[in-house]
């Protein structure tokens, strides 16, 4: 299955939005389930019985209640948090907020959405022309590594295609991502093209090289 991009909706169209589940993706009584199952199969083939990686989309604020649930139901999830300093009116505190707002991340084979679709909080599955769309393992992976090394990390812009890169030593050694410049100065981009996401860390140029 390839990957696709899609652009989706955000938090403040979640937050107004009443949220209504197709009838591709919910739960169909009676003899329609069976039918249903039958196209659902024919659909999306292998991704019917296989675990891949899918995002979800969630109200706004309900990441972690999200992702608690999930937890809950036994499904195999991933919430990247990143620490910051925020600031309140008085002082400043130290939490731990979503890295990409409304979205969480569900390995799951398609078969099994409905239960996960359910899940209070949740708004939809992610989906490209109908189709969900699965993220590369890889790319979370290098979410992951990106955010144990304790780095700053911003949220840019999603970015066109631009010069590929791949670290070659150091930390985040084997991470693949676009190489920009800002303020004189290079910046690793790790690009979620199935949710139009996308964020950026210091890199020296030393520790890469150009991917054909």
């Not at 329609?32 to 659902?40: A, D, P, R, V």
């Not at 969480?104 to 939809?124: E, S």
């Not at 920009?180 to 890199?203: E, G, T």
Request: aromatic residues 6%.
């Amino acid at each position: 299955m390839t990957d696709v991009p899609l652009l989706i909706d955000n938090c403040e169209r979640n937050k107004n939005s009443k949220y209504l589940k197709l009838t591709a993706m919910g739960a169909i009584p009676g003899k329609n389930k069976k039918i249903m199952n039958e196209i659902s199969q024919s659909i999306y083939g292998e991704l019917n019985e296989i675990p891949s990686w899918y995002a979800l989309s969630t109200k706004a604020r309900h990441e972690k209640k999200v992702y608690e649930r999930l937890l809950l139901k036994k499904v195999e999830s991933y919430l990247p948090l990143q620490t910051i300093n925020k600031k309140w009116s008085d002082r400043y505190k130290i939490v731990e907020e979503p890295l990409f707002s409304c979205y969480i991340f569900v390995k799951m084979a398609l078969k099994n959405r409905v239960q996960i679709l359910q899940t209070d909080g949740v708004v939809r599955l992610v989906n490209f022309n109908g189709i969900p769309a699965t993220i590369p393992e890889s790319q979370l992976n290098a979410i992951r590594l990106l955010l144990k090394q304790k780095k700053e990390i911003q949220r840019i812009s999603y970015l066109t295609p631009g010069q590929k890169v791949e670290v070659t030593q150091g930390p985040l050694k084997g991470v693949n991502g676009v190489l920009v410049n800002v303020k004189n100065k290079h910046r690793l981009v790790l690009r979620l093209d199935s949710i139009m996401q996308a964020i950026s860390v210091d890199i020296d140029h030393r520790d890469i090289k150009v991917v054909e």
